[in-house]
């Protein structure tokens, strides 16, 4: 596809979509312009660990983006970036190739030749930087979860509406051809393929202690640990609670240390709530109630929950049950059988119960209910490739497969689960309000105060004019 212009881009894009009967709220165009149809996307890449990279080289595959720039608070991550960039481009046949390298992120948004920002810090980090960028009018793709929290999770979505952007969230599994099972099984229980729908079973798999007690570390000199806390409240620096400084591949530990993500809750949470909600017609509300346990890890350098049991109910009646004994994946069951999707042979942990010569990854009780979709129902936007799909939305001006609005309502009712395994009692969500219902303490944990006012997302929508 290297051959091809953004017009030809453009114009495949809405040929595909011809004839196919899609989803409201996905072409919803906001009134922002597109950009000139002759012009390649500037792109600047802000966080360039393991996620990062992965949305480096994947953006760089296409045609459409230019990446101009990169950003990092560790140096040696910084400089395998730019040299990623680099080499790819060079391999094109470029014997110069411009890429600034940038430890603030600040001074990326303010240049104004770039166009969009990939987001691809740790969870803690994400709505301060993608808000900011928002508001310096950058289009963005933001990792999974889009946010930490619920309240920066509403911060982030007014913050793209009110300046006109376009936003992806990393929910790659409403794209690319190696998860196609999760839209073809969204696609047939939308269709009402199962009757009515009744329970869905989804598992996250499982974070295991690791077994290190904390230890305070010194400091690498590579490294701005004080600017990477951010928000968070000051803590010693521990390699096992941030990440390995001499490699980018393998999860790192912050993914495991409740200050910094909450756990498999969001982590793979926000995959596979995305695709349910998205099965049920549910992908702008939420649950109604909340009944959740776990165990969290305690006197080990991780913090986040271990195992957990979660009942969400649907105010169409559908219930949500996520477990750790589940098959990582999500089964549907309805009135007239089940459907199971999954990602595979794909093990996401070390206790995740996949294996490669485990049951197919797109199955169901009975054959005929994986058949075809046929004319006239119900299909999703085409998306052959989730950064692509980004791209072109940005070029025409429209929602892409991920957008804003249905990724916080994604990762607001994961929130909101993780909210009730901490209070280990049952809570009433209110989609709507975006709130507990008569619960101040469930209330008080949608969101956290920042360790210091450059920190708080709330001082900055206030400055923005957006409190």
């Known amino acids: ?36 149809p002759n012009r390649r996307i500037n792109i600047a890449q802000i966080g360039c660990g393991r996620m990062g990279t992965s949305d480096l080289e994947g953006t760089l595959a296409h045609p459409l983006a230019r990446v101009v720039a990169v950003c990092d608070l560790d140096a040696r991550r910084l400089g395998l970036a730019r040299e990623t960039v ?13 890429v600034k390298a940038y430890h603030d992120f600040h ?8 166009d969009a ?4 810090t740790p969870d803690h980090w994400h709505a301060l930087v993608a808000v900011q960028a928002a508001l310096a009018g950058k289009h963005l793709y933001v990792q999974k979860p889009i946010t930490y929290g619920i309240n920066e999770s509403i911060a982030l979505r007014q913050a793209v509406r009110a300046k006109k952007v376009i936003l992806q969230t990393g929910s790659q599994q409403r794209s690319e051809k190696p998860y196609f099972a999760f839209r073809q099984a969204s696609e047939l ?31 690498p000199a590579t490294f701005d640990y004080d600017r990477w806390l951010g928000p968070v409240a000051e803590q010693p620096y521990m390699e096992g609670r941030v990440h390995p ?6 999860r790192p530990g912050w993914i495991t240390t409740e200050d910094f993500g909450l756990g498999m809750i969001t982590n793979w949470g926000a995959h596979h709530m995305d695709i349910a909600q998205w099965a049920m017609g549910q992908e702008s509300g939420g649950p109604t109630t909340i009944n959740a346990q776990a165990h969290f890890m305690q006197d080990d350098q991780w913090t986040v929950h271990h195992d957990y049991h979660i009942e969400l109910m649907y105010p169409n009646g559908v219930q949500v049950i996520l477990d750790n004994k589940f098959e990582n994946g999500l089964r549907f069951e309805g009135d007239r059988g089940w459907i199971f999707c999954a990602r595979g042979s794909e093990k996401v942990t070390a206790s995740d119960p996949n294996v490669a010569a485990g049951p197919s990854p797109f199955r169901a009780s009975d054959d005929q209910l994986l058949a075809p979709l046929e004319a006239g129902e119900t299909r999703w936007m085409p998306s052959p490739n989730h950064y ?61 105060p920042a360790r210091r006012p450059e920190y708080d997302l709330g001082l900055v929508m206030k400055n923005a004019g957006l409190a």
């Not at 009402?192 to 009744?198: A, I, M, V």
Request: with cysteine; hydrophobic share 45%; net charge positive.
């Open 388 to 448: 692509l799909n980004w791209l072109e939305a940005i070029a025409a001006n429209r929602d892409p497969i991920a957008p804003v609005d249905q990724a916080v309502k994604s990762v607001q009712a994961c929130c909101a689960a993780w909210i009730g395994m901490k209070l280990g009692r049952p809570l009433t969500w209110d989609a709507a309000t975006e709130s507990f219902v008569g619960n101040e303490q469930a209330n008080a944990l949608r969101g956290r």
């Open 86 to 98: 680099v080499k790819f481009y060079q391999r094109q046949g470029e014997a110069s190739v411009d």
């Open 107 to 114: 001074e990326v948004l303010a240049r104004p030749d770039i």
């Open 245 to 250: 400084q001499n490699s980018i591949s393998g």
């Open 117 to 120: 920002v990939i987001v691809s």
């Open 1 to 36: 596809m290297s051959h091809l212009t953004r017009r030809t881009f453009v114009k495949n894009t809405l040929l595909a979509g011809a004839g196919l009967a899609v989803l409201p709220g996905f072409l919803r165009t906001p009134a922002r312009g597109a950009l000139s």
């Open 189 to 219: 229980v939308r269709n009402g393929r199962l009757g009515r729908l009744r329970v869905v079973r989804i598992g996250v798999g499982l974070d295991k202690p690791s077994g290190q007690p904390p230890a305070p570390m010194p400091v």
